[in-house]
């Protein structure tokens, strides 16, 4: 009876260390970078749940900053200075739409 208790505990105590080496290479992978953390939520979750997240706006490339005076930088300032070249819009009176509005009979 003794024997199967240590053998037991023994069984207990590698699952312990098992477990805690586990652990200590999953918060490994999460710290590595952002790819392998989807990797690890993919093999956590599954394929479909992935696929939601990626589709919920979650998941962001990274932003660079480029050159100078670049092709995306001038097509910004091209947009930009069209929209500051917009005429204002024309403002109606308060109260002349509401005059002109007509119920219809019920």
């Known amino acids: ?7 037991i ?3 207990d105590g590698n699952r312990t260390r098992v477990d805690a080496t586990r652990r200590r290479i ?3 992978r999460s710290a590595a970078g952002p790819a392998d953390a989807v990797m690890h939520f993919q093999n956590t979750s599954g394929n479909q749940a992935v696929q939601h997240w990626a ?3 979650a998941l962001q490339a990274k932003l660079t900053i480029g050159p100078a005076n670049d092709i995306y930088e001038q097509e910004a ?8 070249r917009m005429p204002e819009p024309v403002m109606s009176e308060p109260g002349s739409s509401l005059e ?3 119920r219809k009979p019920g």
């Open 1 to 7: 009876m003794k024997k199967i208790k240590r053998s």
């Open 9 to 11: 505990s023994a069984v």
């Open 26 to 28: 999953s918060t490994k």
């Open 55 to 57: 589709k919920s706006g």
């Open 77 to 84: 300032d091209e947009v930009a200075n069209q929209v500051m």
């Open 100 to 102: 002109n509005v007509q």
